[in-house]
């Protein structure tokens, strides 16, 4: 199993009435809740976090792109991931991803991530997200229904530049490019692991299990409501002839709380779990799917997104949110129990724990994540004992990697100086 | 009205024929055309009306390699050759009214009469149009009509938000046909038109509701600014549907034209 600490980085300042005095938390959020003073600590708390997530020993710590988003300080998630290429020593860097159609021209990824994989030491897990509607279409005004062409062009520039050896010439429809040679180039040859975060699009399953890419679903809505999207997925691995049903083919993102007890659990965590669900997930459904955006024949399978016009902006309850799947939240045991339903239920490998929820302080923060690394975590580890090679879905750090603070000390210096 | 087929080079396109006299091709906007629509019905009493569909509108095929403004107006005047048509009035209702400038502006000399109804095409930054891609179902009689009680009744005909499976027809549709029109109008409906309306050399009426709150009248006058001679009619208490609500004014202002 892979177990990625993963932080949206919502904005916690949200105000009590904000659902009732703004119709999104996205695109068009009044640009007055946000205060750049304030946004030092969030920024500082929230790159901590992660970095204790890593000395905990998870697996990865993860960071994603979103656009004028209330619930997601991350526009460059590349700027994330390069503060924890510094102070984070063995987790992989997992960024899921970048919106690849909405670089200009799109060898900026091929070479920022390069970046990355090069200054952590090959810990790189890259993630190419379509992008949503709200941040591919009504943030970064991408033309709907030529987003995806536009993505599958930029997919196709990136790992050519990647692979190839040589400069060489790109005449796509999108970018025009005479001289192709990035320069740095990832340390993982030919490319990173890549893992393709999606909403159900019959096409994205294609697509990743065509280039052997795990296919990531990042909901919000839990393990329950999951099971019908990831069983479509397995069948289609199945059906597309894939040579094996490796769990790594799949991730899920699940809000995971855990405490002494499930009483515990409430009281801690409660507050935080529902201005996260209540709060933060405000999005006016006019922005949810600009026509053309979704393919028709996935409308046609009925895999509707969380956003899509029937979403309901229903007030949930804690108790709702947990018997709902929504989160998995209570005792060590009680959310080993539900990781396990999880874990097998939709048989994936690589989960990405949304441990940070909503406005929740760090240290209660610390105190959830310190339960699941030590209490849960090692439980859950042999989960695909017959997949434990598996080795495709997943960064190849080199050993000996470079640490930060190398540099020669007063002595030495003075020494240097004096020869 | 009938619904014919006609090959396009590109693509097979649908479009509805009806009526006798001076042809006229009307160009739809992005909401499409209505079955039984009677703004055709009222055009084809004066005109042999051709009113093809884009590539994904109704039942017709979608046509993926038309992406830009100039497929858009290169394709259009295939379909006016492969009807056979020379010099026929054209009409254009808000998208169908860009497109028509866009065709009249890059073949001045094979279109002497154009009718720009409500017509997109222009941006001005003190009049932004509304974002008719985030625009929720509810939302559309507020921006389209001026009676906005008869609009709600108009549009929402038929409408069955709780059936999942009226509700997936309907995301089809909107994916098909909005997905087409995104191609020229989103995320701003502008691809350039103001630089090239200079070429327009065909007598031009422009035709607008004074209530029209989706592309307001200031638009009318900028449009008239940039085609030389046009003419402007302005027609009270109707929206930007102004060919539902004031569809007899509509075709006494296209007939101005000869």
Known sequence: MKFTWFNLMPWPHLPDDFREKNRSVWVDIDQKLFDPVKSNAVYNTYLDLLEYADGLGFDGVGCNEHHQNGYGLMPSPNLIAAALTRRTKDAAIVVLGNSIALYNPPVRVAEEFAMLDCMSGGRLVAGFPVGTSMDTNFCYGQIPSLTREKYAEAHDLIMRAWHEREPFAF?????????????????????????????????????????????????????????????GYWRRVEERGAPDKSPYRAGFAQTICVADTDEEAQRLYEEHVLYFYNRCLHVYPGFADAPGYRTIKTIQSGALSQYAPNFSFATLTWKDLVEGGHVIAGSPETVRQRMEDLITGLHVGNIFCLMHVGNMPAEKCMYSTKLFAEKVMPKLRNMFPEYKDDSRFWCHPIGNRAKPGSLPDARELAAAGGR | MELKTIAAPRVPVRYYEGGSGTPLVFLHGAGGIMPNDPFLAALAKKYHVYAPLLPGYGDSEECPEIRDMLDFTLHSWDVVDALGLKNPVLAGHSMGGMIAAE?????????????????????????????????????????????????????????????????????????????????????????????????????????????????????AHAFRKGIAGSELVVIPEAGHMVTMEKTEQVVQAIARLG
């Open chain 1, 171 to 231: 005449n796509g429809r999108y970018n025009k490019l005479r001289h192709v040679n990035i320069w740095p180039r990832p340390i993982q040859a030919p490319n990173p692991p890549i893992h393709i975060p999606g909403g159900g699009s019959v096409e994205t399953y294609d697509f990743c299990i065509d280039n052997t890419y795990s296919y990531s679903y990042l909901s919000f809505t839990g393990y329950i409501r999951a099971k019908a999207l990831l069983d």
């Open chain 2, 103 to 219: 065709m009249a502006a890059i073949a001045p000399h094979d279109i002497s009469r154009l009718a720009l109804i409500c017509p997109a095409g222009l941006w001005l930054d003190d009049h932004p149009i509304p974002d008719l891609f985030s625009t929720l179902p509810f939302e559309f009689p507020q921006l389209l009509f001026h009676n906005v009680e008869q609009g709600t009744a108009l549009l929402t005909a038929g409408m069955a938000v709780d059936d999942p499976e009226w509700l997936k027809g309907f995301l089809v549709t909107n994916a098909r046909q909005l997905g087409m029109a995104g191609r020229i109008l989103f995320p701003i409906p502008d691809r350039g038109l103001a630089g090239r309306l200079y070429r327009i050399k065909a007598k031009t009426v422009l035709i607008w509701g004074d209530g029209d709150r989706l592309i307001v009248p200031a638009y």
